[in-house]
């Protein structure tokens, strides 16, 4: 089973985000990807970190997955298949169909200390949004 940590991050609510994305594959192997998302509230982030997540396990057909994430607003919005703040349906709805495009998927709230790469990926990622403005 591949196992994906997700995190996102903003500076500011609303403000730059990131979204980090860390794989780790059955034989040992691991995977860091940072997305730059531009300007959204932090849970924005988070969700835009699990529809990364789950678009990249698609494209690398990572079927049998378990995500890690230490929001408790995207565990329990895809655990109940619903998003108190309405705010958040659409992008629910969009990991959701994601989701069921995979053979075995599962998610799991963790702590942040067990999601230190993920977070620093998301960290990164918020720099990543301000490079071509500075040019």
Request: glycine residues 6%; aromatic residues 8%; charged residues 25%.
């Amino acid at each position: 089973m591949i196992e994906v940590y997700i995190d996102g991050a903003s500076a500011g609510d609303p403000g730059l985000s990131g979204a980090g994305v860390y794989v780790k594959v059955g034989n040992g192997t691991t995977h860091s990807y940072r997305f730059p998302i531009g300007t959204m509230s932090n849970h924005e982030a988070e969700f835009r970190a699990l529809i990364h997540g789950l678009e990249l396990c698609i494209e690398n057909n990572w079927n049998i997955v378990s995500f890690r994430t230490d929001s408790q607003a995207v565990e329990s919005a895809v655990d109940k298949r619903y998003a108190k703040d309405k705010r958040y349906t659409k992008l629910l709805e969009e990991a959701l169909h994601l989701s069921e495009q995979l053979d075995l998927f599962f998610i799991k709230w963790i702590p942040s200390k067990q999601n230190k790469i993920a977070d620093e990926l998301a960290r990164q990622a918020i720099q990543l949004n301000k490079r071509p403005s500075d040019a």
